[in-house]
């Protein structure tokens, strides 16, 4: 949970090309969590700021009715490149960064404890920030980027609106990755369906001209296409999501 927690938190400093310095935690635990367990949630939050170098700047405990954790990253960005959600213009490719829809596979084979699928809930209990992939868009002067915490449909239409655009969502590439269609042939899944709805992949998403894409994927491994940018159709999606299916939310059954 622990080192989950700093993953997601500094996700999206790596979405703002902006370096992990320092964490602050406010932890709540209720009267019957053991120390032990506190314990446990501090070495995992240990373990993600070393991996990334930043330390723990402060915070504070205190008695919850629940387990409650609260973060906040602090990072230094670049001066010369501020990315954003609005970015985004007609003609663009919508890119991600990585596979998208196989934390959602983890969470549902939690849920119907099938523990046999041990990489798909990896990739939900453990994701990683992707600095790695910022560092190449910030190369390419990749300036229209947020991170996929929502699920392709939503995070998508945020960069629509935010731009003023609408865009054409294409899940077809990111739903033959062979993990995520054996998965959901097992469980009786669709895997575009999975793909639009997702949550907490934590891949990056962003736009950028078509013939720069093709220079990116050469340097990120596993990048995709995932849509297209075009004029405002007064919609920020030009089709609405298979059976009415939504964005992920989180804390939702």
């Known amino acids: 949970v622990g080192e989950k927690a700093v993953e ?67 990072g230094e ?35 119907r404890r099938d523990l046999s699928w041990g990489w798909q809930i990896d990739r939900f209990r453990f994701p990683r920030a992707r600095f790695d992939a910022a560092a190449v868009l910030a190369d390419h002067k990749i300036g229209c980027v947020m991170d996929i915490s929502d699920g392709l449909y939503g995070d998508a239409s945020h960069i629509a609106r935010a731009s003023g655009i609408t865009i054409d969502l294409d899940p077809s590439e990111a739903a033959r990755h062979p993990r995520l269609r054996a998965f959901c042939h097992s469980h009786g899944l669709d895997p575009e369906s999975l793909v639009i709805q997702g949550g907490e992949d934590y891949e990056l998403l962003f736009t950028c001209p078509e013939g720069r894409f093709d220079s990116l994927r050469s340097q990120i491994p596993g990048l995709i296409r995932v849509g297209r940018c075009r004029r405002n ?15 992920f939310q989180h804390g939702a059954s």
Do not use: W
């Open 8 to 74: 997601v938190t500094f996700s999206d400093l790596a979405a703002a090309y902006a370096r992990p310095a320092a964490l602050f935690v406010n932890l709540g635990l209720p009267k019957d969590m053991t120390v032990q367990a506190a314990q446990a949630i501090y070495k995992g939050i240990g373990v993600a700021l070393d991996r990334h170098g930043a330390g723990l700047g402060g915070g504070n405990v205190s008695r919850a009715e629940v387990v409650t954790l609260d973060l906040v990253g602090i």
């Open 77 to 111: 960005g670049m001066a010369e490149l501020s990315p954003s959600r609005s970015g985004a213009r007609p003609g663009d490719i919508l890119g991600a960064t990585g596979p998208l829809g196989i934390a959602r596979c983890g969470l549902i084979a939690l849920r």
């Open 233 to 247: 159709m007064g919609r920020p999606l030009s089709t609405p999501p298979p059976d009415g299916l939504a964005s």
